[in-house]
């Protein structure tokens, strides 16, 4: 039998699971798992800047491509604390990554060692599995379980901390014929999706709402297929964004207090039936529930069984993964269709298209200081459907899922659930790793650009280009939308006058200067009218130098951005509507007034 160190063995356990890349900072507590990633060779490495961003990147590396689990790795203590915000992340959004930290030795754990936390009982929460391995002849079994349970039911993270006297010690491994544990996903049967078929047919103005689960399992494709087999509307939330292209004329645009369409709001409250697959009815898709559900049937697919009748009880539910149930809603919808059981949907889904033509929100303003409408409208014009847009929360987020145009599954990199500042930057540096070929676009206001701007450093020492649209109003935005309500506009301002960079005026941080002191390129934009040849120098600048590219547009200082306080039908507009079709150009459909 082969002898190697534990190290050695787990390195080539992630070679033989598909690990190509990995994300991380070495620390001494972890430097024998480096030394034998370096030895064995077979996964290249990109170096972080901070252990959290690190966490951002193999998130961002995940959700690029079916299949990829990203990997983050850092030393003991503090390293694995830093990552607990990408754990939880990840976990929020079924997102499967697998995070590995050093230990202090074994016996000293408990010991008050330098840099020793209990980062498994820390990081529990907001893992599948959180494990210090304490005997190193379990090392091949913890990482085959974790591969495991990453792939199996809902995805999600693991942690695994390798004390460094465990990392070091010689066991029996023979990589050749280690295998992975095949993954275990629940399957609907035929007799449920005939009954959530019935349910479908009884109705008269049914809508899919296709979640994030559906691109996790990669049944893009099947979906559409089958919207367009029964003639139903898709309504997609923010992580299913993506799962039909926004010009399909059964997108029937997204719901919401924030993120959401007018078209789509006023479709889903005309609906009388609504089929959820791989979706997790979050609060901020569906307001308060009394509006949300009244006067409709709600059919619920899930892969995880205690996620149905979690938020509210479905009239019927089904634990299954996405793929299987939408293998056989295609299967069964194709011999109903054949037999002419299924009803003509054509008048009610030409009704979802009227409204998507007549509702829609201006974008066109010639304003300076520029309103950040604009800057959507004119990374349209830029930007092609080959885009991934990545993005995590904000007033900038939560405009761009209004106005940009999202039209393949995976173009819409989104932290949904948990929205952590900073999280944007990092994981876009993690999807132009996954995928070097197609542009990558990151939105940021100031606020989450700052957080962790110290990864640019990353992508000008990795040659990682992307392009960076930064919209800057010098505010927390969001925020100081939300204290309105209480009257207050109380530490939001981000303003000064920044005494290097008088030119400003009170927009405080020269962000040109910080970017391209980390090695990249920015350009600084305060004509809308500019935007479009700034965004054609900036694709030209990441090309030409293989680094970020940051694109920032100066805003008026105070834009209040389209969204409700708790119910879909009571949606504050704050800006006049568009009237005619030059108002928004850009939208999917010419404004039909």
């Known amino acids: 039998m082969p002898r190697m160190t534990a190290a050695r063995a787990a390195v080539e356990i992630l070679k033989r699971e598909g690990v190509r890349h990995a994300f991380g900072v070495p620390g001494a507590a972890i430097n024998p798992f480096y030394a034998a990633l370096k030895s064995a060779g077979g996964i290249d490495h990109t170096l972080a800047r901070h252990v959290e961003g690190a966490s951002h990147m193999a998130e961002g590396y995940t959700r690029t491509h079916p299949g990829n689990i990203g990997v983050c790795i850092g ?55 959180a494990t210090t391995v304490m005997e190193a002849a379990q090392v091949p079994g913890v990482f085959q379980q974790a591969f495991h349970l990453m792939r199996s039911g809902r995805p999600g993270p693991v942690l695994i901390d390798l004390p460094i006297d465990v990392q070091l010690t010689e066991i029996d491994f023979d990589p050749e014929t280690y295998e992975p544990l095949p993954a275990f996903k629940p ?96 609060n901020r898709h569906t307001g308060k ?137 990092p994981a876009a540096l993690g999807v132009a790793t996954a995928d070097p070929a197609t542009p990558v676009v990151a939105l940021s206001g100031d606020y989450d650009f700052q957080f962790m701007l110290e990864e640019l450093a990353v992508g000008a020492q990795h040659r990682i280009p992307y392009i960076h649209v930064l919209v800057n109003n010098a505010y927390l935005g969001l ?33 040109v200067k910080v970017v391209e002191g980390l090695g990249c390129k920015a350009i600084r934009v305060t004509d809308p009218s500019e935007l479009g040849a700034a965004f054609e120098e900036a694709k030209k600048l990441a090309a030409e130098h293989r680094v970020p590219v940051v694109v920032e547009a100066i805003l008026e200082r105070v834009t209040n951005i389209s969204m409700a306080a708790a119910e879909i039908d009571k949606v504050n507009e704050w800006e006049e509507i568009a009237t005619e079709p030059g108002h928004a150009p850009t939208a999917i459909k010419p404004l039909k007034v």
């Open 75 to 129: 030393t003991s203590g503090p390293a694995g604390t830093d990552m607990i915000t990408g754990l939880y992340s990840a976990i929020g959004d079924s997102i499967p990554i697998l995070c590995l930290t050093g230990q202090a030795p074994t016996a000293v754990i408990q010991k008050e060692d330098f840099q020793a936390v209990d980062i498994a009982a820390i990081a529990g929460p907001v893992t599948k599995a």
């Open 289 to 425: 529930l009394d509006v949300y559900t009244r006067g409709r049937t709600f059919v619920h697919v899930d892969i995880e069984p205690t996620q149905i009748g979690k938020i509210f009880a479905p009239d019927y539910g089904i634990a299954s993964d996405a793929r299987a149930a939408l293998e056989l809603f295609v299967e069964v919808a194709k011999e109903h269709k054949a037999a002419g059981a299924l009803p003509d949907r054509g008048a009610w889904a030409a009704a979802t298209q009227e409204r998507k033509a007549r509702l829609q929100r201006r974008t066109h303003f010639d304003d300076i200081p520029m309103k950040p409408q604009r800057v959507y409208e004119e990374m349209n014009k830029a930007f092609g459907p080959e885009t991934r847009y990545v993005t995590t929360i904000g007033l900038s987020q939560i405009a761009g899922a209004q106005m940009l145009h999202v039209y393949r599954p995976r173009h819409w990199i989104n932290c949904g659930q948990a929205g952590p500042l900073g999280w944007t930057l």
């Open 187 to 282: 399957a609907a049967t035929r007799a449920q999706i005939e009954k959530a078929l019935a349910l479908l047919a009884a109705s008269e103005r049914p809508l899919i709402v296709a979640g994030g689960g559906v691109i996790s399992a990669d049944a893009s494709e099947l979906l559409v297929e089958f919207a367009e087999l029964t003639g139903t509307p898709v309504v997609p939330t923010l992580m299913g964004w993506g799962v039909l292209a926004d010009d399909h004329e059964l997108h029937a645009g997204m719901v919401g207090l924030q993120t959401s369409h007018r078209y789509g709001n006023a479709n889903f409250l005309e609906s009388d039936f609504v089929l959820g697959i791989g979706n997790r009815w979050a």
């Open 479 to 511: 925020i100081r939308q939300a204290q309105r309500a209480l009257d207050i506009e109380f530490q939001v301002n981000l303003e000064f006058e920044n005494i290097n960079s008088p030119e400003l005026g009170v927009y405080g941080v020269d962000h």
